[in-house]
């Protein structure tokens, strides 16, 4: 199986680690609310996780990410263990109190093929959920992603992030998305998808304050 590498070019936390003074205790508080979700304790390997921090006054910041790793290993149809696991994703945010509003559901990318989608993993199916939950002012993001790697491996992840400190909003869905009805997604109902298929708003919290891979800030 891939291994996650964190881009991480100052401080890849796992005890105290902090990025000097671009680093606050709201940025060590708001990873806690991370570390502190249920599901966290049902990883088969250590979270990777890291502190929000800014390099410089003039860069954007960077935002603080957990990753969490729930499944990883064989799979005689990948497809769909990938997305039964993501599905079990799902369940397990909204039972921990976020808001599931949008799914995007991906047929595999060949390697051979002269012409690939734009997005898309290679040789693997990927099933994804995209959550938000807000505490205490602080809004977080969490994606629930699994992927069925060909031809007999399947992986899944729930990535969390918070927002920096140094960004000088904390909330950053103050319009809400609404909740996809439960059972109603690309990952939970229909088949296999042949091409990209989306449900809900098209909106992420990007690894950094000016990420432009998502329409939210």
């Known amino acids: ?7 991480v070019p100052i401080c890849l936390l796992l005890s105290g680690c902090v990025a000097s003074e671009a680093t606050t205790r709201a940025d060590h508080e708001r990873l806690d609310v991370l570390l502190s979700q249920p599901f966290v304790g049902e990883a088969v390997e250590e ?17 603080g ?8 290993g064989p799979a005689a149809a ?23 509003y949008s799914t995007v559901c991906l047929p595999p990318r060949e390697s051979d093929d ?17 959550a938000y939950r807000v505490v ?12 069925g790697r060909l031809p007999d491996a ?20 103050p319009e809400r998305p609404p909740p996809l009805p439960e059972g109603k997604s690309c990952v939970e109902t229909g088949d296999l998808p042949a091409g990209k298929v989306t449900d809900g708003p098209p909106v992420i919290m990007g690894e950094s304050a000016d990420d432009p891979s998502g329409t939210i800030r």
């Open 1 to 7: 199986m891939t291994r996650r590498l964190l881009l």
């Open 65 to 72: 990410m957990v990753t969490v790793v729930l499944a990883d």
């Open 114 to 130: 002269p012409d690939p989608p734009e997005e898309g993993a290679w040789d693997a199916w990927s099933f994804a959920a995209h």
């Open 47 to 63: 979270p990777a996780r890291r502190l929000a921090f800014r390099k410089a006054d003039d860069l954007p910041a960077t935002r």
């Open 136 to 147: 205490d002012g602080v809004s977080y993001f969490a994606v629930a992603r699994g992927l």
């Open 154 to 173: 399947v992986e899944m992840t729930i990535e969390m992030r918070a927002p920096s400190s140094r960004e000088p909003v904390t909330d950053l869905f």
């Open 78 to 100: 990948p497809a769909g263990e990938a997305r039964r696991w993501a599905a079990k994703g799902m369940r397990k945010l909204r039972e921990g109190g976020w808001t599931v």
